[in-house]
Nanobody, 115 residues
Framework: QVQLVESGGGLVQPGESLILSCVAS????????MGWYRQAPGKERELVAL???????NYADSVKGRFTISRDNAKNMVYLQMNSLKVEDTAVYYC?????????WGQGTQVAVSS
């Protein structure tokens, strides 16, 4: 129905930056929201950033001031600009799309922040 593919993850040192990208394809007719979630080893999956249809965004307290979510509606893409990365940001990051009553997930991309 809807497929999501993330890219841009990798290994970086503390203080550096990464940009994650997610492209959606398939039966897309009305997106309610797109966002990024992450899951670190031994922890539950948590919301990182969300952008709604009206353009309003929400961020986890732990990333406010460092991460920025944006979208390109014409390309069905969403991005996550991650600055001043910390070791605590290490996780698998998942793209999410909400449409109608359904929620779709990408396969995840690994972000590792380490010295």
């Amino acid at each position: 129905q809807v497929q999501l593919v993330e890219s841009g993850g990798g290994l970086v040192q503390p203080g550096e930056s990464l940009i994650l990208s997610c492209v959606a394809s398939g039966n897309i007719f009305s997106i309610n929201a797109m966002g990024w979630y992450r899951q670190a080893p031994g922890k539950e999956r948590e919301l990182v950033a969300l952008i709604r249809r009206d353009g309003n965004s929400n961020y986890a307290d732990s990333v406010k001031g460092r991460f920025t979510i944006s979208r390109d509606n014409a390309k069905n893409m969403v991005y996550l600009q991650m600055n001043s990365l910390k070791v605590e940001d290490t996780a698998v990051y998942y793209c999410n799309l909400r449409q109608g009553i359904f929620s779709y997930w990408g396969q995840g991309t690994q972000v590792a922040v380490s010295s």
